[in-house]
């Protein structure tokens, strides 16, 4: 028989209901919180363990790690530099021209004398002397105008050094009846620049018999030298003196009527009596050359012999420059370089290039540009740049052949893994010929054992890491591979024979595991290496 319920016996089973659901609710939250609060405990707990064991002293200590780009002993010749804060904006102070007078009436010239200028920042680069000739309404106005100096006057010295108090130059390219006026313009390191102020820069010459005899001169001797040709002669000038004088070349007998095409390849100064030409390739070569005096004049010397049979050239590029290194201070960027080396023509300079853009340098077309400098030296320093700007800079070795060093590029990944190694405070010595190192990049695991055939990276390779001794104070590692107390080591890891990709950012992993005692562990990110040959990685 079916049972009517009461409505009271209803409610009692919908609040029943009602309550374990509630129940069932509440046990889900607690049960998620339960897990939540174990998984967090956990997590806490192995990051606890794992810094404990990062601070447990360990018989090994990793004291550096550095990341080498250049593994095949080529340090590349480009570098990247951030230009200073402080910039060199102010042109130079106190350039005084003290007077301008007639030196001498035959031959005919004008000696000019004057103060340098001051520069307290970069320094002082360079003077420039300008002749204008006209009346001296037309002169007073176009010597107070730096514009019109430049555009108006012609320039007749340049002047890098010995910048003093009491400068002299002395002026042959004046003519009588004319009235000539000077300017000095003086540059700094920065290449700003100002117009002198005069006391007197003006004069008025009246008579006077200018030099209109050329430098006279003969070509005593052309024969092979090596892979070159040495020129003699000897040259004299009873006027105003020899100033320059000019090396042409050409594969035809060199005459008045062909000489623009001939290939000029040396100036040299007025005292120069022989030279050493490196021709481009072998067969008969043809010389001349011709004297420029103080007044202009000039003329081709006349030659004895004015050829040669060359049959060896210089063809062999130099060497590579070696460590270039880059420093910022105020005003200035300065490169450093281990000197390039030659052994057929020899080391003419070093052509610097400069660029804004990385790619820029990186073209097979930057040997036709003109460099940003060219230097014989093995460093140059940079005095004008924009702050903060990053510039990137090629050196590149020349020899008196024209052959161009390698350009060498800096590798984008690391090579080679130095790693610096010790003992830990109080640890027993270590075996190294019992060491295993894990290594990862995340995509290629090696396992590397000693190699106890010798030291240095060349017997590292992909199977083993290698040794070098840093201090050795008992010689107990030299012997036998054994660190003890206060010996430093660097362990080798030839990256690129292993197979590691080792660019910016990417995740290395690795294990020294010893023969007993903890495995040191190590994880580290590979930084930005820009263009330096060492990175600095731990």
């Known amino acids: 028989m079916k049972r009517l319920y009461t409505k009271e016996e209803g409610d009692i089973g919908i609040a029943t209901l009602i309550l374990f659901i509630a129940i069932i609710i509440v046990a889900a939250i607690a049960s998620s919180l339960i897990i939540y609060v174990g998984v967090t405990l956990r997590e806490q707990g192995e990051k606890v363990a794992d810094e404990a064991v990062e601070q447990i002293t360990s018989a090994v200590r990793i004291l550096n790690i550095l990341g080498d780009r250049d593994v095949d002993g080529m340090a590349p010749n480009i570098i990247s530099v951030r230009a200073p804060i402080t910039a060199d904006h102010s042109a130079p102070q ?29 320094g002082m680069g360079k003077e420039e002397i300008y002749r204008v000739s006209g009346d001296y309404t037309t002169l007073k106005y176009v010597l107070s105008n730096i514009d019109y100096v430049k555009t108006m006057g012609t320039l007749i010295a340049s002047f890098n050094s010995n910048f003093t108090d009491n400068r002299v130059f002395i ?6 009846g004319v009235t000539y006026g000077y300017a000095i313009i003086g540059y ?36 092979v030298a090596g892979v070159g040709v040495l020129l003699s002669w000897s040259a004299s000038d009873s006027g105003s003196g020899i100033k320059v004088q000019k090396i042409y070349r050409s594969n035809e007998s060199i005459d008045s009527a062909n000489l623009d095409n001939a290939t ?25 050359i011709v004297g420029v005096d103080n007044a202009g004049n000039n003329a081709t010397y006349s030659a004895t012999v004015d050829h040669v049979e060359l049959s060896t050239v210089d063809k062999i590029a130099p060497s590579d420059i070696g460590s270039l290194h880059e420093s910022v201070t105020d005003y200035k960027i300065q490169l450093s370089w281990d000197p390039a080396s030659d052994n057929g023509s020899g080391i003419n300079s070093y052509y610097i290039y400069r660029s804004k853009d990385y790619s820029a340098l990186t073209t097979p077309e930057l040997f036709k540009s003109k460099p940003y400098a060219m230097v014989n030296t093995t460093h140059f320093d940079d005095y004008s740049y924009i702050s903060y700007q ?15 060093g390698v350009l060498v590029y800096p590798q984008n990944s690391i090579q080679v893994l130095e790693i610096k190694l010790a003992l830990g405070p109080g640890s027993k010595p270590v075996d190294f010929n019992d060491v295993i190192l894990e290594i990862t ?51 080798y890891i030839n990256a690129q024979k ?41």
């Open 94 to 122: 106190g350039g005084l021209i003290k007077n301008v007078s007639v030196y001498s009436n035959d031959p005919l010239d004008v000696k000019i004398t004057w103060c340098s200028a001051v520069d307290t920042a970069s």
């Open 171 to 176: 002026d042959y390219g004046v003519e009588s």
């Open 188 to 223: 700094d390191r920065a290449g700003n620049y100002a117009l002198y102020d005069a006391i007197n820069q003006t004069v008025s010459i009246s008579s006077g018999t200018r030099d209109t005899a050329p430098p006279s001169g003969t070509i005593n001797s052309i024969k």
């Open 264 to 288: 000029l390849v040396a100036v040299l100064s007025g005292a120069a009596r022989s030279y050493i030409d490196y021709p481009p390739k072998q067969g008969t070569w043809y010389y001349a």
């Open 390 to 404: 990053t510039y990137y800079y090629a050196v590149v070795p020349v020899d008196n052949a024209g052959n161009f």
């Open 441 to 491: 990049d995340g995509s290629v695991d090696a396992s590397l054992k000693l190699n106890s055939t010798g030291f240095g990276l060349n017997c590292s390779d992909s199977e083993h890491y290698s040794m070098e001794v840093l201090n050795d104070p008992t010689g107990e590692f030299r012997q036998s591979y054994i660190l003890d107390d206060g010996a430093v080591v660097l362990m």
């Open 498 to 538: 292993v197979g590691l990709n080792l660019v910016s950012q990417t995740t290395v992993k690795m294990k020294i595991i010893l023969g007993s005692g903890i495995p040191v562990y190590k994880e580290l990110i590979i930084p930005s290496t820009m263009l330096n040959r060492y990175v600095q990685i731990y």
